[in-house]
């Protein structure tokens, strides 16, 4: 429960708008708090598309039924 | 205190690749099975070619050749999220052990996912079981309000699957519910399903069918456990849902998923709107005023503790929960990716809307949807009028359709990210920012995952399966073979009995023999 100890600061909100503008604030706010999540997603998404076909591996998972 | 109990089905994606192409996984997901067989503890399932294993867990080939493993019945959220967690470990060992078998011929991947984006238009389930004791006719309007708002935590983030730009959602499965209640699973499927199967004696059975595959530890806690208690209180005539009844539950979904500030009113019956999260807060707000009452269960204030905490992180926005719950952190992921990619995630709305236009007068005759889109913005485009009606609102802002032509070419790569995401194993993108220690996910308690591969839980029927598998499995002349309500030897004609979810003791019966059982002596 590690991130219950973290206060959520109710100044961090994004201001109203539409929700894909307000998720492109996101990219701000996370940069200014020198979020490390971006850097890290950058490398593990640089590594896990290295050479891939995305086409092709959409194909190659698809599913024929599924609940 | 009451006890409760819960399970949880995840049906896996299975992805083969030769090279850079797609290759046949239908031998691929068989043979995977043949080695859960050969490697795995078991005893055969009377109703499917799966088995029982020694944790008390299901493993079996599901409809549309997918791989699904349900927990053993949990009593409580820390081994519900445990369990899953052993199935996911168990899967990935399976993968590995085939990998190692096929060399490199062909690429194996694993995946916790929930929609297909292969344009097949399907999805794959991860569903919830909640044992319960009340009228299953009364439940539906205490459930829903919680179903559609819980998905501001719930929500595994992605892309719109119908969609053919790039629209994200927090919750992908969202566009495959159809209703508000329906007794489909498979198609036409509601938020509300009424299948009602219980797998025992004396209770009934709320199968929930609307969630997703989480990867946060967190999220998947606080799913079990808020659920756990909305059902508690509807059992004990709390009638939680009475004051939230949503005027349309399948337009408030359609709301809720589609908004990722989590600000959106959603209109009651009534005069009256709330946010999904004043929702949530409705619902936990009653959780917390009975928390002590004899109906609850014992771990409910931690339960209550960490809701209220989820609820107070969505609210200050996505930033502040992208390291705690799943659909924040993709779309950390998406923004941060479209920005290194040149695109302009803002824009991506008014792309979106211009996309649905096109798409819709696309699928009309003569077109009838039978070209692609690039086409329709090319100089010979079948929909001129709806061309330039677009193209008179790009002048206005701008906008250049080279802008589209790269979303459009990047499509495919930001929807392998959402598949990535939740790859098991040091590939997935979850595995990789957890491991980079970046994530703040876990729950104290949530442990002991090898030995939850192993060993049941300590307590219920589960118990006594485990323990009897664990015994029974090397055995090949007893033939042992159970479902969820009993282990039968047709060999030996005995019979454990498990159709009470809270046997402590094992109770052995003779019997005659019959069916499937009769056919594997």
Redesign the interface.
């Known amino acids: 429960m590690r991130f219950l100890q973290r206060i959520s600061d109710p100044q961090q909100r994004p201001a109203s708008g539409d929700g894909d503008a307000n998720s492109g604030d996101m990219l701000q706010q996370l940069r200014s708090q020198g979020n490390s999540l971006l850097a890290a997603g950058d490398e593990a998404i640089r590594r896990a598309l290295a050479g891939s076909n995305s086409e092709a591996f959409l194909r190659a998972s698809r599913q024929q039924g599924g609940e | 205190m009451s006890d409760r109990l819960l399970g949880v089905e995840t049906?896996y994606?299975?992805?083969?690749?030769a090279g850079?192409?797609?290759?046949d996984?239908q031998p691929i997901v068989r043979h995977l099975l043949e080695v859960a067989h050969s490697t795995l503890p078991h005893i055969s399932d009377l109703s499917s070619s799966g088995m029982f294993l020694e944790n008390a867990a299901r493993l079996y080939l599901?409809?549309?050749?997918?791989v699904e493993y349900s927990t053993p019945e949990c009593m409580n959220p820390w081994d519900a999220v445990r369990y899953v967690e052993a199935g996911h470990r168990t899967m990935l060992d399976l993968i590995g052990k085939l990998s190692a078998e096929r060399l490199a011929e062909v690429e194996t991947?694993c995946?916790r996912?929930n929609v297909?984006?292969?344009g097949?238009g399907?999805?794959?389930?991860c569903?919830e079981s909640y044992l319960h004791r009340m009228e299953p006719e009364l439940l539906p309007l205490h459930l829903i309000p919680h179903l559609v708002s819980r998905v501001v935590y719930t929500g595994a983030g992605g892309f719109d699957p119908f969609c053919r730009g790039l629209r994200?959602t927090l919750s992908p499965r969202a566009a495959h519910i159809e209703r508000a209640i329906s007794a489909d699973?498979?198609s036409d499927r509601g938020i509300f399903h009424t299948k009602d199967e219980p797998l025992c004696a004396g209770h009934h059975r709320l199968h929930v069918?609307c969630g997703e595959s989480l990867c946060s530890h967190?999220a998947m806690f606080v799913k079990f456990g808020a659920t756990s208690l909305v059902v508690a209180m509807a059992e004990a005539g709390l009638s939680p849902g009475e004051a939230v009844q949503l005027a349309s539950p399948l337009a408030a979904l359609r709301l809720v998923a589609?908004?990722?500030?989590c600000?959106a009113p959603l209109k009651l019956k009534g005069p009256s709107r709330m946010t999904a999260i004043q929702i949530q807060r409705h619902y936990l707000n009653l959780a917390e005023l009975h928390v002590g009452d004899a109906f609850m269960p014992l771990w409910a204030p931690v339960v209550c503790?960490?809701w209220r905490?989820v609820l107070?992180?969505v609210?200050?926005?996505?930033?502040?929960a992208?390291?705690?719950l799943d659909w924040p952190?993709k779309?950390?992921?998406f923004?941060?990716?479209a920005?290194?990619r040149g695109l302009?995630?803002?824009r991506?709305?008014f792309w979106n809307d211009a996309v649905d236009r096109m798409t819709e007068a696309m699928a009309l005759p003569p077109q009838g949807g039978k070209f692609p889109l690039e086409q329709a913005i090319g100089i010979e485009t079948p929909i001129p009028d709806v061309v330039y009606e677009i193209e008179a609102r790009m002048r206005r802002k701008g906008f250049q359709w080279d802008e589209l032509r790269q979303i459009l070419a990047l499509r495919?790569?930001f929807?392998?990210?959402d598949?990535?995401f939740g790859?098991l194993g040091p590939?997935?993108?979850f595995a990789?920012?957890d491991g980079?220690g970046?994530?703040?996910?876990?729950?104290?308690g949530v442990d002991n995952i090898e030995h939850a591969m192993k060993n049941p839980p300590n307590s219920g029927r589960a118990k006594l399966r485990g323990a009897v598998v664990k015994r029974v499995a090397g055995d090949r002349e007893g033939a042992w073979c159970g479902d969820w309500q009993r282990i039968f030897s047709p060999k030996y004609r005995r019979s454990l009995d498990l159709s009470d979810p809270f046997a402590q003791t094992e109770v052995w019966n003779d019997e005659p023999v019959s069916g499937r059982a009769a056919a594997l002596q």
């Open positions: 049906e994606a299975i992805s083969a690749m850079r192409e797609a290759a996984r599901d409809c549309g050749l997918h991947g995946y996912v297909d984006y292969s097949a399907s999805t794959w389930g569903h994200f699973s498979t069918l967190a589609a908004d990722a500030e600000a503790k960490l905490q107070d992180l609210e200050a926005g996505p930033a502040a992208a390291k705690v952190a779309l950390a992921l923004v941060g990716h920005s290194s302009d995630w803002e991506l709305a495919a790569e929807l392998e990210i598949m990535r790859q590939r997935g993108l990789a920012l980079a970046v994530l703040d996910h876990r729950v104290s």
